[in-house]
């Protein structure tokens, strides 16, 4: 059972004036996410990608990208107080913006999240006012919304809350956390506490609604992912959970101290960042305990801070204005395709070969993981599209696990680099038989 509940509790903020407008829900196209210090962003299947920026250094870095439907780029540049808002439109044009927030007795952190609505009007994200040196002043977490592209005044967000956390966009309004619930807007600038956990120890800390209504991810302080399934109509009056399964990422994002989360428009791709990259998993149906991960595959395993758009990648010489996309080219990853069954203890020591499907000449790597742990691997090379065999070999560590593995879950991950190319992985669950 969800451990959510619907609590009836109102608060009204005084936010500001936000335009309210329903886009169509539509299947994920694309998804943008920091990798080193630049921008990037990949269809979902991680086959094509695309180099928004190059010109990030380890002083001056892009962070929290986020792109709307028509593949306009709003995120951060540059460290400590140099931070800016940068505006790149899909045509190749670039603004770089003030980063407004509210001036104190100190100097402000942040932003901590940031994200641009599907129209690419308004840019919401969170920042920590320092109101001055303790004991005389405190750090008290605020929420601001500006224009991307003309946000005003440095010191004065057109929209500017405290005490609210992460947030993100619901056709035209706002679902936020206080880092103990997730709250909705239930008309423009009232909100109403929407979903709360039983649990005092584990909190709330982030979410965001798929475009339909039809299903919630929300992120838990413990850094575990809940993808909630939804009846009725918009959060927070006619909404309610009525089932939920449970992600368990590896650790945290790359650049920050715990996953982040997105989830596609139709509610059945789910995005976060681990250890490991940035995912991109297929839930087609949701029931109580783990949720039965479709497909899983890895965009880029240097990446992290995902978000979704329906905006797609051209493609070249496909008649657009702007082919090789804003500032960088656009990468073909190639594609791979991987089935497996039930594997044996017994093959495993011995070496189980698996059939991989590629769609060129490229290097194959596979892992079988518990956890972090690879208990086997094995390399193969392609040297055209087709069929790859591919024989993983039991690890030291996985042979002295072998007779434990009987009737287990393991993570199989295969990653294909093609020639000249971008790597891509995909992952399945496979169970080791008895």
């Known amino acids: 059972m969800s451990p959510f509940r619907n609590n009836s509790i109102r608060a009204t903020l005084a936010l500001g004036a936000l335009a309210l407008a329903v886009p169509a829900a539509a299947q994920a196209a694309t998804v943008t996410y920091r990798d080193g210090n630049d921008v990037w962003r990949a269809s979902v299947d991680g086959a094509v990608k695309q180099q928004i920026t190059n010109d990030g250094t380890d002083s001056s870095y892009y962070t929290l990208p986020s792109s709307d439907d028509a593949g306009d780029v709003a995120t951060i540049q540059g460290s400590g107080t140099s931070r800016m808002i940068v505006w790149i439109k899909a045509n190749g044009e670039r603004v770089q913006n003030v980063m407004p927030w509210k001036i104190g007795g100190g100097i402000n952190a942040g932003p901590t999240n940031a994200r641009v609505n599907p129209e690419g009007t308004q840019l919401v994200y969170g920042y920590l006012y320092n109101s001055g040196i303790p004991p005389y002043g405190t750090i008290t977490p605020h929420m601001a919304v500006v224009p991307p592209a003309a946000p005003g005044s440095p010191t004065s967000p057109m929209v500017d809350q405290p005490y609210i956390g992460d947030a ?85 994002d790359k650049n920050s101290g715990k996953p982040r989360i997105s989830l596609s428009a139709d509610g059945k791709l789910v995005s976060w960042s681990d250890d ?19 497909s899983d595959t890895i965009i880029s395993p240097t990446g992290s801070m995902p978000a979704f758009s329906e905006y797609s990648i051209p493609k070249q010489g496909g008649g657009n204005d702007h082919p090789n996309g804003p500032t960088g080219p656009t990468v073909t990853a190639g594609k791979v395709t991987l089935k497996a069954g039930k594997l044996s203890a017994a093959k495993l020591r011995k070496g189980v070969t698996i059939k991989v499907s590629v769609s060129g000449a490229g290097k194959l790597s596979g892992k079988l993981l518990k956890g972090k742990t690879a208990l086997a691997s094995g390399k193969s090379t392609a040297k055209k599209a087709g069929n790859v065999k591919l024989k993983l070999k039991a690890t030291a560590k996985g042979r002295k696990q072998l007779r434990r593995l009987q009737g287990k879950k393991l993570a199989l991950r295969v990653t294909f680099a093609p020639a000249g190319g971008s790597p891509v992985s995909r992952s399945v669950k496979v169970r080791v038989a008895r």
């Open 276 to 294: 490991n990259g940035v995912h991109v998993a297929r839930v087609d149906t949701i029931t109580d305990g783990a949720c039965q991960i479709v």
């Open 168 to 252: 993100t966009w619901l056709n035209g309004r706002i679902v936020a956390s206080d880092y103990q619930d997730i709250w909705a807007e239930q008309g423009p600038l009232d909100f109403k506490r929407w979903l709360s956990t039983n649990d005092s120890n584990d909190a709330l800390t982030g979410a965001e609604v798929a475009r339909d209504n039809s299903r919630v991810l929300v992120l838990h302080s413990s850094g575990q992912l809940e993808l909630v399934q939804l009846s009725g109509g918009a959060p927070p009056n006619d909404s309610n959970p009525t089932a939920s399964c449970t992600i368990q990422p590896q650790g945290s």
